[in-house]
């Protein structure tokens, strides 16, 4: 992997695709995800297959991909040759999920040389196959993932049924293995309450929304995920579109409420951003956690023109590159929890320009 | 103003919410806010809810409650319809049709909906054709609708869909 080791020397030092360039309504929404699954025809599910069929599986896709063309300047990962921090540091750039990093063995990545497409091999399907854009930019990046998934069915076939659909391991994929999905920033919602009709609406308009940081139990930093719960009976078009809609409508209500609140409260707001900004500007020591929640109130206070010396896109990166394993990267080496806090209090500071 | 759950903090929100006409006004303090969205973010997780329809009773059976349907096994994996509804994985392509009543059933739960009418792949010379027309076909309609020619629209979208499905029932 000395190819791999290489590249990967070079992602450290850069935030990754989609946070480099300026998306559609990127105050509100940091980016926009949509992969769809697919599995590998007449073989054998991930869950279900033994250790040869996993082997076989995973050298049988990731050939077929290279050969493919899919991905352009891609690297090809077999994930037991790397090491945790360097699969973290995947999972920060949200190139693979979180799920990847059980049992490693048979297990590939391929990201492409933007870092805006990347493909699981292994995962929970044969085939995870996504594209991240910057901002608030679904059909783009549908189109995207359509045209890789054309390409790579020249070469490998998937097993699909013309009455279910794709063929998926979970059920909830099953029809058109589409899942597209919005990590949205809705400060003034979440300040004025809003955050639970929204809550409320969306579940029933069947999408799911759910806290992007702090997965599973409390929403940090007030950014979370929209998006859509069903995959058969609609065309990913018609998914889409609906999802792009909703999304659209709380886009909406959270640019409302923030020229609002600048009407209404802005003694208040701007203290709160000053201050979270002074604890950014002074802190010796801080948490990942407090950075993003800090990072929060920050950016809000950006997008009111609160905060004129700090940009979106410094503050996007200092929430990338402030986390856990991106730091070690960057430091060359693994460190513990307590000094990565003093080293992500060193980096803000420093990219704050208050040494 | 003090607050309208605990009745004790002052209020801090004041939640205005519109439903069908009708204003409702809410006046309510930071902790009891805390708590009220504590309460919507503890949600189920995905294979919770799975589980749950699994288990619901009429998924064990050919829809009659046939005994052999849940003894039926794939021959290509081996799975049981237990094996699926401990692990909510599906273990190949095959037993989509080996479990397809049950599947359908437990499909029209999650989606409402148990028939595919999206992408489809292509094979073959004359598959890969066809795609590339439909693909072509589609962005002449996208230019329509931009360009307000409904009618035409109209037209083509019935065409696209009468392609689709004539390619879907192959």
Redesign the interface.
């Known amino acids: 992997m000395k190819r791999g080791s290489m590249k990967f020397s070079e992602m450290v030092a850069s935030p990754t695709g989609w946070l480099k360039v300026k998306g559609p309504k990127d105050n509100i929404v940091l980016s926009t995800r949509v992969r769809i699954a697919r599995n590998l025809k007449n073989r054998v599910y991930v869950d279900r297959s033994g250790e040869g069929e996993r082997e076989e599986a995973l050298k049988y896709a990731m050939s077929g991909i290279k050969k493919s063309g899919a991905l352009q300047d891609a690297l090809y990962l077999f994930l037991k040759d790397l090491d945790d921090l360097d699969k973290s540091f995947l999972v920060e750039r949200h190139l693979m999920s979180r799920d990847h990093l059980e049992d490693t063995s048979y297990k590939g990545v391929i990201v492409g040389g933007d870092e805006t497409c990347s493909i699981m091999v292994n995962e929970e399907d044969h085939l995870r196959i996504q594209v991240l854009l910057s901002g608030f930019d679904i059909m783009r990046a549908w189109e995207k993932v359509d045209e890789i998934e054309n390409k790579i069915s020249k070469v490998l076939e998937f097993d699909y049924s013309p009455r279910f659909g794709y063929l998926t391991s979970c059920p909830t994929n099953t029809g058109t293995g589409l899942r597209a999905s919005c990590m949205l920033h809705l400060s003034a919602l979440v300040m004025t309450g809003q955050i639970e009709n929204v809550f409320d609406g969306i579940s029933k308009l069947g999408m799911t929304i759910r806290g992007f940081y702090g997965e599973g139990t409390e929403a940090i930093g007030d950014f979370f995920q929209i998006s859509n719960q069903v995959a058969l009976g609609h065309s990913e078009m018609d998914i889409l579109d609906n999802l792009e809609r909703i999304i659209g409508k709380v886009i909406d209500r959270e640019e409302e409420t923030r020229r609002n609140m600048l009407s209404t409260k802005k003694g208040e707001i701007s203290d709160r951003v000053g201050r979270s900004m002074e604890t950014l500007r002074t802190a010796k020591i801080i948490t990942s956690s407090e950075t993003v929640k800090l990072l929060s109130t920050v950016r809000l206070g950006i997008d009111m023109g609160i905060v004129k010396d700090v940009s979106l896109a410094e503050a996007n990166e200092m929430l990338l590159l402030s986390q856990p394993a991106h730091l070690q990267k960057s430091g060359g080496n693994k460190v513990l929890p307590y000094e990565r806090d003093i080293k992500r209090a060193d980096f803000i500071r420093h990219k704050l320009g208050a040494a | 103003m003090k607050c309208d759950i605990c009745g004790k903090n002052d209020a801090t ?3 205005t ?1 519109v439903v069908n006409d009708q204003v409702t006004k ?1 006046h ?1 303090c930071e902790e009891c ?1 805390k708590q ?3 309460e ?2 503890s ?1 189920f ?2 294979t919770d809810l ?1 589980s749950g329809l699994v288990e619901g009773g009429d998924m064990s059976g050919s829809g009659g409650g046939v005994p052999s349907m849940t003894e039926a096994k794939c021959p ?2 081996g ?1 049981t319809y237990q ?1 699926f509804q401990k ?7 095959r037993c ?2 080996v479990f397809s009543k049950s ?1 359908s059933t ?2 029209r739960k ?14 073959g010379k004359s598959g ?1 054709k066809k ?1 590339e027309d439909l693909n072509r076909l589609k962005t002449e309609l996208k230019q329509l609708v931009t360009a307000e020619e409904f009618e035409k629209a109209a037209l083509l979208r019935d065409r696209i869909k009468e392609m689709e499905d004539s390619a ?3």
């Open positions: 929100i004041h939640l919410e809410l309510i806010a009220k969205s504590d919507m973010q949600h997780g995905l799975l290509t994996c799975s094996d692990s909510g994985r599906i273990g190949c392509g989509y049709s599947l437990l499909l999650i989606h409402g909906s148990d028939k595919h009418v999206g992408k489809m792949p292509v094979t890969i795609q879907r029932d192959k």
